[in-house]
């Protein structure tokens, strides 16, 4: 199942990263402590402080939300 984060904070990356946009978790894990591998606006891969983002966890997400999230994702 794929995770999404909300963005709540872009302060220095505002060219890849939109307020209150849902942002797709990427699968790889994140080698570095206190960041999350996001795909940002280019569709690249990146590593974000966690702190910029509330992390959608914990939910039951049905089929058509998902896709929504995903075409807001990429």
């Known amino acids: 199942m794929k995770q999404y984060a909300i963005c709540i904070n872009n302060h220095g990356n505002k060219a890849s990263l939109i307020l ?11 080698t570095v402590k206190g960041r999350i591998r996001v795909i940002d606006e280019d569709g690249d891969e ?5 702190k910029n983002f509330v ?15 995903y075409k807001l994702a990429v």
């Not at 992390?55 to 999230?69: A, G, R, T, V, Y």
């Open 55 to 69: 992390i959608i966890k914990d939910i039951s997400i049905n089929k058509e939300i998902e896709k929504n999230l």
């Open 20 to 30: 209150r946009k849902a942002y797709e978790l990427s699968d790889k894990p994140s």
């Open 46 to 50: 990146a590593l974000y402080s966690v």
